[in-house]
């Protein structure tokens, strides 16, 4: 593929990394439409790209509504500034069906489908059309960060950003350092998810990261004690609700992530760790292989309207 003209320029080390101001998502879809809602809200000029035109629709008309419910909170009954909030809010977000469109940012996140193979063509290209101080980072939850960049050159300027759902709501980011990232790129990845209002936490290359690492075999267990019989789903999700203090049980967590998601990671982690914990559940592939993958299919552990 042709280099597009005039995009890799260099840039000296103390006005490029220091400042992120442009932010493009690669992704449209409950992530990526969430991580260019924050960074929109915080100022920054947002390009968010996706393949399919009806996604970028879809995420678009999402952003909106959220921004809406945002604005009522910080202006109550103001109607003007609550419509101003959203216009200067979802002004700032550019769509295109077109990563070229997108390449010219400060910082470019991946938020694609959870796929290695995937993941390295996407950032191969990326480093080879991106400007040289643009900084390159993947959404993953699970996969790892230096296996995604194997390909690439600026291994200094790469790392995982690891959001979770609902991006607008949840406080957390996981900033995953690999084993090439320079230490200037990594204070400007804390420093901008502390501008998009997160509070960043800084986790190695490690299977699972920080939180999947610990909620996978929490929620493993649980799916096993439901598997067994020895315990309702009901049961386990308010034991754990009022004996542990959590906002949803296991069960409910499991339907809202996607049962999916809840397989693919702790395949991952199993074949990273060789943990037992990790094993396949056969009641899990079962009801993804079923369709049941919980929220966003209507049915998993309960039934939802769609």
Known sequence: MNKLVGLTRNFSSSSSLNAIKTVTVVGGGLMGSGIAQVSAQAGQNVTLVDLSPDILQKSQKSIENNLRRVAKKIHKDDASKIDNYVKESFDRIKVSTKVE????????????????????????????????HTILAT?????????????????????????????????????????????ET???????????????????????????????????????????????????????????????????????????????????????????????????DKMVAEGKLGIKSGEGFYTYKK
């Open 186 to 284: 990594y204070q400007a990845m804390m420093e901008w998810g502390k501008s998009v209002g997160k509070t960043c936490i800084t986790c190695k290359d490690t299977p699972g990261f920080v939180v999947n690492r610990l909620l996978g075999p929490y929620s493993a267990e649980a799916l096993r004690m439901y598997e067994r019989g020895d315990a309702t789903k009901e049961d386990i999700d308010i034991g754990m609700k009022l004996g542990a203090g959590y906002p949803m049980g296991p069960l409910e967590l499991a339907d809202y992530t996607g049962l999916d998601t809840n397989k693919f990671v702790l395949q991952v982690l199993y074949e990273k760790t060789k943990d037992p914990v990790f094993k396949p559940i056969p009641l899990l």
């Open 101 to 132: 469109d997108g390449l010219n940012s400060d910082l470019i996140i991946e938020a694609i489908v959870e796929k290695l193979d995937i993941k390295q063509q996407l950032f191969n290209k990326l480093d080879e059309l991106a400007p040289q």
């Open 139 to 183: 959404n993953t939850s699970s996969i790892s960060i230096n296996e995604i960049g194997t390909g690439i050159k600026r291994k200094d300027r790469f790392g995982g950003l690891h959001f979770f759902n609902p991006v607008p709501v949840m406080r957390l980011l996981e900033v995953i350092k690999g084993d090439h990232i320079s230490e």
